[in-house]
Each structure stands twice: as structure tokens, then as C-alpha cells.
């Protein structure tokens, strides 16, 4: 069974401009989260979707990202503008249909190193 | 102070040692526990989830400690593949979302 999947593996672009990062999901998993750890911290909740639907946005940091999944499939995190403070890496993981045992492990995939200048 | 607190070590132990960690949650409706490995520059693999009644997987045993808060990791006759970082995450009842601890970074010397 293929793991979560994410594009780019590195990506570095310079302050004001705009990247988006890819996640595919486990197959047959609703759930999907985004993560983001920076320099020296621990990793950190964004977001959770659950099909379609944004579950759950309280760890967005601002308006300048935009997570998006159309069709329940992949999902999308854009960052416009980026700033220098956006510099981490970002970790979408997937996991099955609701939260009984065992169903609530989440699979990260290899994350996007993302470089702000 | 942080939900999930780890000692960030490192911890550099011989081979065949036995090591323990422990992490400390703050919030009592945490409902779920896991220890995940994370090797350098790669993603969080699970490594085991934590039960009330403790569980062992091997060389490795959880345990958990709700009236104090606390999860306990301890390897067993270490090895040289072991070297990683350890991260104890929380999840809360009513939530999805995965609280992380620092991690706490062993090394296991030949």
C-alpha cells in the first residue's frame, strides 16, 4: 500500500512570493492533516480536513495560507505572500474514517522543506 | 507552559544498554498516546501507541500514567539503529489533532 505522498520535497522561494504544496493521502483515508515544524520547535498542528470539509483551522497561522481539497482526494497549502517566519518544514498525514481504536494513528508523509530568502 | 513537555536529551548510551524516557502531558482529557521515531530529515514513524494497561512490542515497552500525567518509554539491549529521535504525542478527546512533544534525541554509541 503506497504511503502519504507530498511535492515538493524542498522548495525555496523568496519573501512576497507564492509556493504550493501538494499532499495525496493514503487511499481510503478521510482524515487528512497538515503539521509544520519550524527551527528548534516542535511540530505543530494546522489543519484538519475530513473528506472535503475543513474539521477543525485552529492551527492556521494567518490568512496568508490556504489549504484546500477538492473532491475529498489531495489536498493543497498555499502560502501568498511568504515570509522569512514561513521557513519549516510542512507534514500532511492521512488517517482512516473516525476515532475508535487503532483508527486514530495518523501516517506522515516525507514532508516539504520549505526555504523562505 | 507547553501541553507536552520532553526532555530534548540526547541521551548517548552504549550498545545493549537499557534507556528510559518519559514525557508529561498537561491536559487530563488527553485520551490517546503514541510514541513516534523520527530519523533525521524523515517523517514521524509510529513506533508504538501507549494503553492504560502498558504494552510492549519487543525490545520496547510503554507505559502510562493518567493520575500523573505521564508516558513512559524504555528500550531494551539498545542498538546502533535505535539513534533517532523519540516524540510523544497526545491526542485530546474530541479532537484529531496530534500534540507533539520536542523529542527527545538518543544515541546509541558502538
Known amino acids: 500500500e503506497a504511503g502519504v505522498t507530498q511535492f515538493p520535497s524542498h522548495s525555496v522561494i523568496e519573501k512576497g512570493q507564492t509556493v504550493t504544496l501538494r499532499c495525496d493521502p493514503i487511499?481510503?483515508?478521510?482524515?487528512l492533516y497538515w503539521y509544520r515544524r519550524v527551527m528548534g520547535k516542535e511540530i505543530k498542528f494546522l489543519l484538519h480536513?475530513?473528506?472535503?470539509?475543513?474539521?477543525?483551522e485552529s492551527g492556521m497561522p494567518n490568512n496568508r495560507f490556504l489549504a484546500e481539497r477538492t473532491g475529498g482526494t489531495y489536498s493543497t497549502l498555499k502560502v501568498q505572500p511568504a515570509e522569512l517566519e514561513d521557513s519549516g518544514v510542512y507534514f500532511c498525514a492521512s488517517s482512516p474514517p473516525g476515532l475508535a481504536g487503532g483508527t486514530d494513528t495518523q501516517y506522515f508523509g516525507p514532508g516539504t522543506r520549505l526555504t523562505v530568502l | 507552559r507547553k501541553e507536552v513537555e520532553q526532555d530534548p536529551g540526547p541521551f548517548n548510551v552504549p550498545e545493549g544498554a537499557t534507556v528510559a524516557f518519559n514525557c508529561t502531558y498537561s491536559?487530563?482529557?488527553?485520551?490517546?498516546f503514541f510514541w513516534y521515531r523520527q530519523d533525521c530529515r524523515k517523517e514521524p514513524k509510529l513506533l508504538m501507541s501507549?494503553?492504560?494497561s502498558g504494552n510492549e512490542d519487543g525490545r520496547f515497552t510503554a507505559q502510562l500514567n493518567r493520575a500523573s500525567q505521564y508516558i513512559s518509554l524504555l528500550i531494551r539491549d539498545s542498538k546502533l539503529s535505535d539513534s533517532a529521535t523519540y516524540l510523544c504525542v497526545v491526542r485530546s478527546s474530541g479532537t484529531y489533532k496530534y500534540i507533539f512533544g520536542t523529542g527527545t534525541r538518543l544515541k546509541v554509541l558502538a
Open positions: 491536559n487530563s482529557a488527553s485520551q490517546s
Open positions: 487511499s481510503g483515508h478521510d482524515n
Open positions: 501507549v494503553y492504560s
Open positions: 480536513f475530513v473528506k472535503e470539509s475543513k474539521q477543525d
